[in-house]
């Protein structure tokens, strides 16, 4: 079959010589028989004959399929017809006396060749493009493109192909596309029409294929969308397009993630991959959400085992079926154990001999541990990073990496202080160990999805109807996402020499009121139909969050979205109180007051709040 096809392609290249030579004789005498020319039509049309067959070849014609015939075609197409126009040229030149070629048709030749070879593909392309999708046109669901650029004129062109879509309008805030049309769709105008667009052409659905939008676009975009009652998605990146691993209408829902505007993070592989590669990794909380997002982009930099430690036997269940399912070349070994379990971590590292800890185990849910939960805070977050970190630095790791937080920063509740404290673990560990093992702290705010969060509780609130509940309109929170925030630690563990705080860039706080409503505008809805609630602030919750202490400040690094805070010197005497408290916690338990007293008198800046009484309705935020 595939013979046939290039047989027939040929004779069709050959057909065109014939009918590019004669019309070329046919212009030049005005569409009179050439009388006297019989011989040069005859005599010429040999070599050009034989050239178009062997050049048609060499420059890969019948490789391409009509059907999809494009620019890539016509590349091939020129480099026959140069190849004719050369030995024209040749033959005209050498021709004897009685065989002339008159020096026009050396010019219309190859014009009308190139005519007829790529006319005629891009024919066939349209005939059989008429046959497959005009049937369907006008049957699909009513659409509008947002985005004029390559990305909206790719999906266009494939939407036009597909039954289920009818492309009615494209808006684009270049003033200078408007009013005209990209592959048979009209530009109306901006995306401050969007609204009225979809009215007006009644399209319940909007597709974002500007892949360059920024914040404050997305949410006017979503806004609009969400006034017309319709649905808005968006497509994948230019990049992922360009590479092929996804199709331009591989197009999903809009996501809350989207309308932060954050752009990618770019790491340097090579100085990660030299920490990692070959390395035997510890995670603790290795089932969470940030330590599972940790493991998986561990696996890229194979290492030569990740050890996978988690209190929760779900957590842990899900993080190594993970591994099973999409990395099944990593060595992994699920460990159940608790970081305050002193005599597991002994067997752990005895038997394992880790060369890296990633530490993400933690309590995190400011509420949760403010009232009745103190001590277990204080055990988990403070207390199990200070058993860790022994046991690295008493079997010389190379590296450990707290996964610290923004509510360590003047602090106002117990979970941030307890972190605070879990940093002050990490300068005295690093101080002992003058070295042996580098000590390394990643503080970053709060992270879109990560269990317990408001994202998903919102959803949950959506999907119920409503209300939305929010403590206080001008409450603001710094987001990134969790992929972003896991390869950033992954970054700055390959930057440290010990010590140091780093801080990742977490962009602009986002006030959590903006969150909601674009939240409810995603979801097909507006504040008419899921209302608003406020609830009032939380025990230990703050309105803004920091990223720095009053008497902390920064320098910069070479990467820009990581970069290191000064902080205070912790006291000598902070190694003996926590040894102390190590033999404590397993006799004693302290009082919610009595902790809060503990963290106060190390972290002068912590202001636990004079009365903690516990919420009737406990809800929770997200690290």
Known sequence: ?????????????????????????????????????????????????????????????????????????????????????????????????????????????????????????????????????????????????????????????????????????????????????????????????????????????????????????????????????????????????????????????????????????????????????????????????????????????????ILLLDASEFALYSIEQWFRTNSPGTTIVPLAGDVKDNHRLQIIFDEWRPQVVFHAAAYKHVPLMEDHNAWQALRTNTLGTWLVGQHALRLKAERFVLISTDKAVNPTNVMGATKRMAEMACEVLQRKGNGTTCFQMVRFGNVLGSTGSVIPKFQEQIANGGPVTVTHPEITRYFMSIPEAAQLVLQASSMGKGGEIFVLDMGEPIKIIDLAKNMIRLSGFNEEDIAIQFTGLRPGEKLYEELLANNEHTV??????????????????????????????????????????????????????AESKQSGNISTTCL
């Open 1 to 305: 079959m595939k013979s046939l096809r290039s047989t027939l392609v040929l004779l069709f290249d050959l057909l065109c010589v014939v009918a590019a030579w004669l019309g070329a004789f046919l212009l030049r005498f005005n569409f009179e028989w050439p009388y006297g020319y019989e011989k040069s039509l005859g005599i010429g049309l040999i070599p050009l004959l034989i050239t178009q067959a062997i050049a048609c070849r060499w420059a890969g014609l019948y490789r391409g399929m009509w059907i999809f015939a494009s620019i890539p075609d016509l590349r091939r197409v020129l480099k026959a017809v140069a190849s004719s126009a050369v030995v024209l040229l040749i033959v005209a030149s050498l021709a004897p006396q009685h065989v002339t070629v008159p020096r026009s048709i050396v010019l219309l030749y190859p014009i009308l060749l190139l005519l007829l070879m790529g006319g005629g593909r891009i024919a066939w392309r349209m005939y059989k493009e008429h046959r497959l999708y005009n049937p369907r046109r006008g049957q699909g669901k009513p659409v509008v493109v947002i985005g004029a650029g390559t990305a909206g004129a790719m999906l266009v062109r494939e939407l036009e192909r597909s039954p289920d879509w009818q492309v009615v309008a494209i808006v684009d805030d270049d003033p200078g596309k408007w009013g005209l049309e990209v592959a048979g769709c009209r530009v109306e105008g901006g995306t401050n029409t969007l609204e009225q667009t979809l009215i007006r052409h009644e399209a319940q659905h909007a597709i974002l294929a500007s892949t360059s939008a920024n914040r404050n676009v997305l949410q006017q975009v979503t806004q609009a969308v969400s006034h017309a009652k319709a649905q808005l998605f968006t497509v994948p990146g230019l990049n992922e397009l360009m590479s092929g691993r996804v199709a331009i209408n591989a197009m999903r829902p809009v996501k809350i993630e989207d309308l932060l505007g954050r752009a990618a993070v770019n790491i340097d592989a090579g100085n990660v991959a030299e920490i990692l590669k070959g390395k035997r990794l510890l995670v603790t909380g290795a089932g969470g959400s940030i330590g599972s997002e940790l493991c998986r982009q561990l696996a890229r930099f194979d290492p030569a085992l």
């Open 556 to 609: 910069p690094t070479h990467h820009d979205k990581l970069r290191i805070a000064q902080a205070r010197s912790v006291a000598q005497q902070f190694d003996t109180f926590l040894t102390t408290l190590i033999h404590s916690h397993f006799s004693k338990h302290f009082t919610d007051q009595e902790v809060r007293d503990l963290l106060h008198q190390w972290i002068p800046e912590y202001q636990p709040p």
